[in-house]
């Protein structure tokens, strides 16, 4: 064999070398690399029905929060278990009708049966929370912490509810356009209701139901309507409302004539109140 074909034969020899040797390197590294599968990641909805309650109010002393969470990427129905926490000191978690509990009392278990209709990568449980009372009116924060199954990743969600003490007091002004009518001459007269404890806009409460209206001395005059129904102001439509009625005074001698406007709620979350105002009326 000449000298050139053995240079050759020791090229080829090299060139397979090299690429046993390539493919051996790349089997073993996709042997000893593992591969990585990033977990589905979840957003979870947190609703509690009632929003707005509280004992003395006429309505329940408790609220029930649930928990929905939604696989975002083909993680199928989300499972394990949801951690409920709330803002306020003293409030505590117990099982709600429908929901596995689970332990500690503020956690229950996913379920993809539950109410509300559920998409397919969806699941939902509930917990009841009853507050401990701190105040005429208390915004609280309820979080809900989703713990994440092999298949999807953890997530959490939060809404606000507002715990009344009792019904909200209120109270009642009353203001006319005029304040001296001759005999048989009418003035408009506004009553505006608000409550004395402001609640926040996210929880508007405006004082609802009529507000009925009287005179003294009697006799002293009338009203048309003698009873109004109360509408929410445009300057804060959350705690104060108002409504107007257009008062005409009877003939007779000069005097102060008192008008009062008494207001009767409509809902079980406001006090009665009254307010009056004076008008010099007659001839």
Known sequence: MNLRKLSELNSISKRRLAILLGTLILSLSAYVTPSVHAQPSTSTAVSCNPTVFGP???????TVCTAIVSSMGGGGSPTGTVDFMASA??????????SMQFIPPSSCMLSPSPPPPLAPNQASCSVTYTPALMGPATVET?????SGDPNNSPSSGFTDILVL???????TTAACNASKLP??????????????????????LPPTGTVS???SPSP????????????????????????????TAMAGKPTTVTITASYTPSDPFHTPSSGTTAIKAGS
């Not at 309820?142 to 989703?146: D, E, G, K, N, R």
């Not at 005999?183 to 508007?204: E, I």
């Open 165 to 171: 003490e009792g019904p909200l007091a209120t109270t």
């Open 89 to 98: 000191m003293g409030g505590s978690f117990s099982a709600a009708p429908g």
């Open 142 to 146: 309820i979080t809900a912490q989703y």
């Open 220 to 247: 002293c005059g009338s009203f048309a309507p003698p009873s109004c129904i109360l509408s929410p102001t445009s300057a804060d439509p959350a705690n104060s409302s108002s409504c107007t009625t257009t008062f």
């Open 213 to 215: 209206w009287t005179c």
């Open 183 to 204: 005999d048989h001459k009418s003035t408009g007269c506004t009553a505006t209701v608000t409550n004395t404890t402001p609640v926040p806009s996210s929880f508007p």
């Open 56 to 62: 003395g109010t006429m309505m329940m002393d408790h």
